[in-house]
C-alpha cells in the first residue's frame, strides 16, 4: 500500500473525450475508476456513461459487438508515470513494465476488460 506522499506523486494531466464501445458496462466502470476516473453521467447499470479525470474525459457506450477496427488505443497523459504504475499494481491491475520510448516519452500500457490498449506517458526533459 502506497502512503501519501507516494498516492500524491502522480497525476493524470489530460486526454481529449473518447467514446468507447464496451460490451459491460458495471466492469468497464469499476476498472476505469481504479485508473482515477469518476462518473460525472451515468454510471454502471446506464447504457452510456462519462467519466472525467482533471480535464480528461472517457464515454462509454454499451454495444453488443464494438464494430470497425479491433486496435482501439487511448494515450494519456500524466506525471508521475512510474508512480502511477505502481498505485495500480497495488490496486490488483497488471499493467506493462514502464519503458522509455525512443520519441521522448516514458509509458506503459494496461488493457481495460474490453480490449482497450490504455497507454499512460509521461514526456522526459
Given at each position: 500500500?502506497l ?24 466492469e ?9 476516473f469518476?462518473?460525472s ?6 447504457p ?15 454495444a453488443?459487438?464494438s464494430?470497425?477496427?479491433?486496435w ?20 490488483g491491475?497488471?499493467?506493462s513494465?514502464p ?26 526533459s
Amino acid at each position: 500500500m502506497l502512503d501519501r506522499d507516494e498516492r500524491a506523486s502522480w497525476s493524470i494531466d489530460h486526454i481529449s473525450g473518447v467514446t468507447l464501445a464496451v460490451r459491460e458496462m458495471a466492469e468497464s466502470v469499476e476498472f476505469y475508476r481504479k485508473l482515477g476516473f469518476a462518473v460525472s453521467y451515468g454510471g454502471p447499470g446506464a447504457p452510456f456513461t462519462t467519466m472525467r479525470a482533471g480535464q480528461s474525459v472517457i464515454n462509454l457506450r454499451e454495444a453488443a459487438t464494438s464494430g470497425g477496427s479491433s486496435w482501439n488505443r487511448v494515450i494519456i497523459r500524466v506525471r508521475g508515470v512510474d508512480a502511477l504504475h505502481h498505485d495500480l499494481v497495488g490496486k490488483g491491475l497488471e499493467p506493462s513494465a514502464p519503458r522509455d520510448a525512443e520519441w521522448g516519452e516514458r509509458y506503459f500500457e494496461i488493457a481495460d476488460p474490453q480490449g482497450v490498449v490504455i497507454s499512460f506517458a509521461e514526456l522526459r526533459s
